[in-house]
């Protein structure tokens, strides 16, 4: 049964719901959350401008405020994920589904766009995402090229890899171009050693691996990205989306096309 | 003749340029310039973010720094352009040459797009620009649509109007759609006062108002938009390009294209 977006956040608000969110609500643009003080936001929307592909900025809240109206009237981003990792001095400190008792008056929100919108769209042109089949996500690979950076904020691409037979890849590569808001067009394809990647080595050992014999590999700008490059920042404080936990948004993924 | 921006650059740099940029280094971006304190930087950032039809950021420098490597490596921003206007408290304080005497450790310099890189992919196209053939460049008008606010900034969206054959008017969508970093698709077209756009009533009388009998006039979002909603924020002191004296810049309007 697909419920809406609004609905799936009610559920999450009442602890209802807390599983993940990429099955739910086809259609929808489900978002990668920030959060960060405003000591650190300039940096983070500089890092953002200067890294568009890993870094694809859909809305930003007023500081302290809790509300995106850019990608839902009703929105509290303290309770409408399923869960939250919360992060102190860069390191792990805990997840959690409620973030009111971490709120603060100086926190600013980031929302941007994730691979499940181009996943749809590839999907609904007939090309097949084997992965998503047996359950698992895209597999995660750090490679040696650096972002911009941008103040404070520095580290290396993180990419997702999906392979497929020459002719689909071409295929993946003009869908894929229609959506620069959920990490656009590819940034690789063939050689992973060209960009640093060993396909049997993945980033937190996160995703599927598997390449077929006639198949390609290509490579896409990761939502990890900013992630790291904000814990090696260290601020004091920084929240982000559990794992497949996201924003599920009112925003249909067709309207992300940009032609 | 075509010179490289380099030496135009070096010409202005030396003062032996002065004028307009818009006929020259044809097939190079030039850009718009604001530069501003740092104190008024985030929320400019945040405000280009939110509106980027009309400010489509290529670049940010660092605070104090007058480069911008990622447009041309040697770009010094207190000369390479022909002229500046400098602002104090919103208001008109001159035209000056050479930035050199304003410098501040805390000026960050934002250049965004502008449409001179798709006016030359529509000529390329066939596609007629009378207003170009008559010296002139096209209608600035404000209009009643609000821009998305962004802490101190805010104000209405202001346009420029071409005028095209029905069959022209769907192939400039389709052309400028592929350029999202030079105000992209237009953001209207037909009845100019269902944007509370008089033809008659141009901004600060800039531009060619002119449309045909057989022609519908297409609005695209105008560089001029974040210009005034700086000014109407009264920072202590910003500083823009002159009019049609761009910064020209080493990317090609070809690199800048989605599709």
Redesign the interface.
């Known amino acids: 049964m697909i419920i809406h977006p609004q609905e799936l956040r009610a559920q999450c608000r009442s602890g209802a719901f807390t599983g993940y969110t990429a099955a739910h609500c086809a259609g929808f643009v489900q978002a990668n959350i920030c959060i960060l003080p405003r000591d650190w936001?300039?940096d983070f929307?500089?890092y953002?401008?200067?890294n568009p592909k890993p870094c694809p900025?859909l809305a930003?809240s007023e500081p302290g405020s809790w509300h995106l109206d850019?990608l839902g009237a009703d929105i509290d981003i303290r309770r409408d994920l399923p869960a939250y990792h919360v992060f102190r001095e860069g390191e792990f400190a805990g997840e959690f589904g409620d973030l009111s008792e971490f709120w603060r008056d100086d926190f600013v929100t980031f929302a941007m766009g994730c691979s499940f919108s181009f996943e749809q769209a590839l999907l609904e042109d007939g090309l097949p995402l084997r992965y998503l089949e047996r359950g698992s996500v895209a597999g995660v690979y750090e490679t040696t090229v650096a972002t911009?950076p941008a103040g404070r904020y520095t580290g290396p691409l993180l990419v997702t890899m999906r392979p497929f037979s020459p002719s689909d890849a071409i295929r993946a590569i003009q869908i894929t171009?229609?959506f620069?808001n959920v990490h656009g067009a590819p940034v690789h394809l063939g050689d992973p050693a060209a960009i640093g990647v060993d396909l049997t080595r993945r980033y937190c050992d996160v995703g599927d691996a598997s390449v077929g014999p006639s198949e390609i590999p290509l490579f896409w700008a990761c939502g990890l990205t900013p992630q790291k490059a904000v814990a090696a920042a260290r601020p004091p404080i920084f929240i982000t989306h559990a794992p497949s936990s996201m924003l599920v948004t009112d925003l249909c993924n067709s309207q992300l096309a940009?032609?």
């Open positions: 936001a300039y929307l500089l953002c401008q200067r900025l930003t850019a911009t171009s229609r620069p940009s032609f």
